[in-house]
């Protein structure tokens, strides 16, 4: 399973970014990708997931703000991070957890977001 985030960058506040993550490898239906962000100095914080069912689910920091979607026919999931703010600097990586067979966890390579003010 290899899993390759992109689309980090700068943006200035109040502006929008998409993130994308190409997920291949895999062939179980039991999972659900998500989208966890590093802020400098802090931990780790799951932003927000999609199951393979087609749930979605937010962190309440970031209801409103987020959306996440996938392209089923290109493999891959989808951020989309609007009115941004100093807040959303981290690096943010996706991650399958796969509950069957597993439950087994894959990362993909952190890309990094920062919003100038």
């Known amino acids: 399973v290899q899993l390759q985030a992109s689309g980090g960058g700068l943006v200035q506040a109040g502006g929008s970014l998409r993130l994308s993550c190409f997920a291949s490898?895999?062939?179980?239906?039991?999972?659900?990708i998500g989208w966890i962000r590093q802020a400098p100095g802090k931990e780790r914080e799951l932003v927000a997931h999609?199951?393979?069912?087609?749930?979605?689910n937010f962190a309440d920091s970031v209801k409103g703000q987020f959306t996440i979607s996938r392209d089923n026919a290109k493999n891959t999931v989808y951020l989309q991070i609007d009115n941004m703010t100093t807040d959303d600097t981290a690096v943010y990586y996706c991650?399958?957890?796969?509950?069957?067979?597993?439950?087994?966890?894959?990362w993909g390579q952190g890309t990094l977001v920062t919003v100038s003010s």
């Open positions: 490898g895999f062939t179980s239906d039991d999972y659900a």
């Open positions: 999609i199951t393979g069912g087609g749930i979605k």
């Open positions: 991650n399958l957890h796969q509950l069957w067979p597993g439950p087994k966890d894959y």
